[in-house]
């Protein structure tokens, strides 16, 4: 019996030996913890997601032609305006971003809004303006960005605007004069939020 047992176990070992390895696909479940919770809202006509850290703009129902992209959502800074946000909102012509966390304004963001007129944004961390941003505003007189350094994407329809208004040495001067866009230099100044009102500070008065 012993020699038979022996004899079984050799067998086995040599067949082992002489099978070729298999590599087997491993399943990896995903818990729900690990994946950022994003949650939809609406806030006026703005429609935005919020996640763990950040709000961004996703879409608009306007009923009105102004829109103004608020700095804080729930507690939370807006910092991405997404692709398509406002794409084709044709009744918007004017924007004004009081967003001072504001990042990013993604491709195609405000593109086809047929009557958009002016442009303001006050956010000094302003990072990039995407593809065609702004294309296809066909009356989008005056741009005017408080960032030095945004990246924005080098092509004529991104912002094409009559006027850009910025800091002398921005990007967004570069921008206009690549283009051949006339520009304007602004003062450099902040906002204060008194009892709920903002007033825009120069160098020697407010609004």
Not at 13 to 18: E, F, I, N, Q, R
Not at 76 to 102: H, K, M, Q, R, W
Request: overall charge negative.
């Amino acid at each position: 019996m012993k020699k038979q047992i022996t004899a079984i176990l050799t067998t086995a070992m040599m067949l082992c030996t002489s099978i070729p390895a298999v590599a087997v696909p491993l399943e990896i479940s995903v818990s729900a913890e690990n994946v950022s919770s994003i949650d939809v809202g609406k806030l006026g006509d703005l429609t935005y997601h919020k996640y763990d850290d950040h709000v961004e703009i996703i879409g608009c129902t306007l009923t009105s032609p102004h829109v103004a992209i608020p700095a804080m959502i729930d507690g939370l800074p807006v910092t991405v305006i997404a692709e398509g946000a406002f794409d084709g909102c044709t009744s918007l012509s004017s924007v004004f971003s009081y967003a001072s966390n504001l990042e990013v304004i993604s491709a195609n963001a405000f593109a086809g809004c047929t009557n958009l007129t002016d442009v303001v944004l006050q956010a000094r961390a302003l990072k990039e303006i995407g593809e065609r941003a702004f294309a296809d505003c066909p009356y989008l007189d005056s741009f005017s960005s408080m960032s030095d350094t945004c990246e924005i994407f080098d092509s004529p329809d991104t912002i094409p605007a009559k006027v850009i208004r910025a800091h002398e040495g921005s990007t967004a001067i570069a921008y206009a004069e690549k283009y051949g866009i006339a520009y304007e230099f602004t003062e450099p100044y902040d906002t204060v939020n008194v009892d709920g009102v903002v007033y825009i500070v120069y160098k020697d008065h407010a609004e």
